[in-house]
């Protein structure tokens, strides 16, 4: 069984930088995408970023504005979020899916870590 375990997140002030890590526990190269989604309080889970484990590849959401950034070392996917704003606040999710589809969409990931929460102070 694959599964996810996040880590990295705490409570920094407007401006501030933290570093996510989504250690995949199994093979994988197994899955096609590993992403990072977030939950902002209130609302639904957004997706932000995504890595195409064969490759590497990754894909953002316009709205980061090239302040996040994602990657891949062996099994750990790491996303190193810099210039953080209050508007980030939220709970952050890496998720992963095997069959490919629509990149962030949250019903495509089949399965999900537990979330890491991530505080921003203006």
């Known amino acids: 069984q694959l599964q996810l375990l996040e880590s990295g997140g705490g409570s920094v002030q407007s401006g501030g930088s933290l570093r996510l890590r989504c250690k995949v526990l199994?093979?994988?190269?197994?899955?096609?995408?590993v992403a990072w989604f977030r939950q902002a309080p209130g609302k639904g889970r957004e997706g932000l970023a995504a890595l195409q484990t064969s490759d590497g590849e990754p894909t953002y959401r316009r709205t980061l504005e090239g302040r996040f950034t994602i990657s891949e070392d062996k099994s750990t996917v790491y996303f190193q979020m810099d210039d953080l704003k209050p508007e980030d606040t939220g709970i952050y999710y890496c998720?992963?899916?095997?069959?490919?589809?629509?990149?962030?969409?949250?019903?495509?990931?089949?399965?999900w870590g537990q979330g890491t929460q991530v505080n921003v102070s203006s």
């Open positions: 199994g093979d994988i190269s197994t899955t096609k995408w």
């Open positions: 998720a992963a899916v095997f069959t490919g589809g629509s990149l962030f969409r949250e019903a495509n990931y089949d399965i």
